[in-house]
């Protein structure tokens, strides 16, 4: 089993920028893939950024050129950037990591997830 723990959400201004981070622990060496998701109010939740085993990111079309979506060596932390937020960012952000090795947005049936952390953007 995987843990994940989301940190670094709060309140912030539009044109601010913002950096989360998620930390796994447990039985990590079943963790290949990893990737944010969020839910605004009201709406369904959606994929932000994925990073699989080898590397590769992709990225939603509302954040292409705002966000960054990395992994430290460990691969045990994930973080992502984001800059010149906007309103329509607020959400609840979430980690979600799983054992295949190349697992990527738009797909969303990770295996591990995270309790999320609230980013509120005014």
């Known amino acids: 089993h995987v843990q994940l723990v989301e940190s670094g959400g709060g309140s912030l201004q539009a044109g601010d920028s913002l950096r989360l981070s998620c930390t796994a622990s447990?039985?990590?060496?079943?963790?290949?893939?990893m990737a944010w998701f969020r839910q605004a109010p009201g709406k369904e939740r959606e994929g932000v950024a994925s990073i699989d085993s080898y590397g590769n990111t992709q990225y939603a079309d509302s954040v292409k050129g705002r966000v960054t979506i990395s992994q430290d060596n460990t691969k045990n932390n994930l973080d992502l950037q984001m800059t010149t937020l906007q309103p329509d960012d607020t959400a609840i952000y979430y980690c979600a990591a799983d054992y295949r090795a190349k697992l990527q947005l738009p797909r969303d049936d990770y295996n591990y997830w995270g309790q999320g952390t609230q980013v509120t953007v005014s």
């Open positions: 447990g039985n990590t060496g079943s963790r290949k893939s």
